[in-house]
């Protein structure tokens, strides 16, 4: 008989906010949106406290927008080196229990601990002890999902916040995602869940009545994943050492760009965002694509490679400004722009050449 696999989801609560308010017990109680200020440029919020959240303010959202729903709120400019330091004291806690560990970001991560290190057989109780632990060593609080599937335990940790644990039973996961809203779905944004709805596809048990082949033909290989998570079935493993291809942003805009200008106002504000998602997953790529899409729906892309990782604002901005230019934008009206990056590669040790005696290694 197989053992049934037990998984663990952390999702860190406001992570960049809650380590501001951590260091700076000025910021306790406030609302604190991490990012770009919205005067300049125009920056972006990279997370906001809960005391922010209360107005409205999300994740990507303008700087702009965010200070005219919270007057008061509290702008702080991201340190990346307080919350990599945060995370990687995090991931140790992690290791007390387990090695199949697969970060997601900084602030989030799953755990395979069906066998684990300290022979707890409820993973109910290895989260209990995982949360009291961050709480206590880091003054930090997660939130946990459990179940027996990665889709589910991810779904749980968020459904409790903050400094929530959800356990979701085998036997009622079916069940589970019958009454769930198809916009709660991983992988399932605005355009498809609106798409569904059109479709009559409001949650689970309606997704539940499309036969696969159905699913397929309407929303690509994405129906098959849709088709066997509505019903459990999830044996996807945690990967320890899971490879991202790559990172980036998009914006489709309400009215169509017609100006070099305007479009490179809206690729001022997507590259922050990206350079915000490269800083939480700690990554630099060598290859940078423009993605354009017309009012035709016609699309196009155009990249960029380096020598070596990038991921400087200045670099990334420089660079699609430029493939921008290159592209015949006369007489076109542009309703998306999108950044990414990608060719992270890995860092490789291969043998370059001997130098009096020593091994000389080349990193990729």
């Known amino acids: 008989m197989q053992t049934q696999r037990k998984i663990i989801h952390i999702d860190m609560d406001a992570f960049y906010a809650s380590v501001e308010q951590r260091d700076f017990p000025e910021y306790i109680g406030k609302p604190i949106i991490v990012g770009g200020k919205p005067e300049g440029r125009g920056g972006v919020v990279a997370t906001a406290s809960y005391e922010a959240r209360k107005f409205g303010i999300r994740s990507a959202m303008p700087s702009k927008k965010a200070q005219q729903l919270c007057p008061d ?37 799953f755990l395979d601990v069906t066998e684990n290190k300290k022979n707890i057989t409820s993973a109910i109780e290895i989260a209990k002890q995982i949360k009291l632990a961050i709480k206590e060593e880091l003054n930090l609080t997660a939130s946990a999902g459990v179940s027996s599937g990665k889709f589910v335990a991810k779904i749980a940790s968020d459904m409790n916040k903050p400094d929530g644990l959800t356990f979701i039973a085998p036997e009622k996961i079916e069940e589970f995602m019958e009454r769930l809203p198809v916009e709660k779905f991983f992988g399932v944004g605005k355009v498809t869940a609106d798409k569904m709805k059109g479709m009559g596809i409001y949650k689970g048990i309606d997704l539940k009545k ?26 996807r493993q945690v990967q320890p050492h899971r490879e991202t291809k790559s990172m980036g942003a998009e914006d489709t805009f309400s009215e169509d760009l017609t100006t070099v200008e305007a ?19 700690n990554l630099k790529g060598r290859t940078i694509t423009l ?74």
């Open 73 to 109: 709120a509290i702008f702080v400019y991201p340190r990346f080196t307080a919350y990599k330091e945060a995370s990687k004291k995090i991931r140790e806690i992690f290791e007390r229990y387990t090695d199949l560990i697969e970060p997601l970001s900084l602030d989030e991560a």
């Open 210 to 235: 499309m036969s696969e082949e159905d699913l397929v033909q309407h929303f690509g290989k994405s129906g098959r994943f849709y088709y066997k998570i509505v019903r459990g079935i999830d044996n």
């Open 291 to 364: 993605k354009i899409k017309y009012h035709n729906f016609q699309q196009i892309t155009r990249n960029h490679s380096f020598n070596k990782g990038i991921g400087d604002i200045e670099t990334i901005i420089n660079t699609v400004k430029e493939l921008l230019i290159k592209t015949n934008l006369e007489n076109k009206k542009v309703r998306l722009l999108g950044i990414s990056l990608s060719n992270f590669g890995k860092i490789k040790e291969k043998l370059s050449k001997i130098e009096n005696g020593q091994l000389k290694l080349v990193f990729d």
């Open 263 to 281: 479009m490179n106002q809206e690729l001022d504000k997507i590259a922050e965002v990206v350079v915000t998602r490269l800083q939480k997953y």
